[in-house]
């Protein structure tokens, strides 16, 4: 009597829904440092928004098998989605509420220019078209 000694291959459901959960959560964090590198100053809405996609992976992948390395890597996306939410509606500037309007007089101020002339806001009056550019910041 012969007996076969091959057994079928051994299947892993749902690890491709843990790698592509685990590598969105991933992916949107190195976007981010990309635009953060590139001095890209707009809200990064895709950070926490492929985070939670991941999440969403990561928990078909569980449901498909359970393991204890699923549940870990699902409270670490989780945890990952929760601190990306919390930083971008955390880090929301409040609306501007300062002295400059529009149809409203600029407040008056004095200062030096870059070459060492005096600047005073009487140069800003008369009928010409002035557009007043401030930078903040590191040069």
């Keep these: 009597m012969t007996t076969s000694s091959t057994a079928a291959p051994r299947r892993h459901p ?3 829904w843990l790698a592509l959960g685990l590598g969105l959560a991933a992916l949107g964090l190195c976007a ?7 001095h890209r100053l707009a809200t990064p809405w895709y950070l ?3 985070a939670t996609l ?3 992976l ?5 449901w498909q098998a359970r393991s204890v390395g699923r549940i870990l890597g699902l409270i670490l996306v989780v945890l990952l989605a929760g601190a990306e939410w919390t ?3 955390g880090t929301r500037l409040p609306p501007y509420t300062g002295p ?3 149809d ?3 407040p008056a101020f004095k200062t030096t220019r870059a070459d060492g002339t005096p600047f005073t806001d009487q140069d800003l009056q008369g009928e010409q078209t002035i557009v007043l550019v401030s930078f903040r910041g590191r040069w």
Excluded at 32 to 38: F, R
Excluded at 58 to 62: D, E, F, K, P, S
């Design 14 to 16: 749902g690890r491709l």
């Design 48 to 50: 926490p928004a492929s």
């Design 32 to 38: 981010y440092v990309a635009q953060v590198a590139s």
């Design 54 to 56: 991941g999440a969403i």
């Design 104 to 106: 409203k007089p600029f």
């Design 58 to 62: 990561v928990v078909v992948a569980l």
């Design 100 to 102: 400059v309007a529009v």
């Design 87 to 89: 930083f971008l509606l």
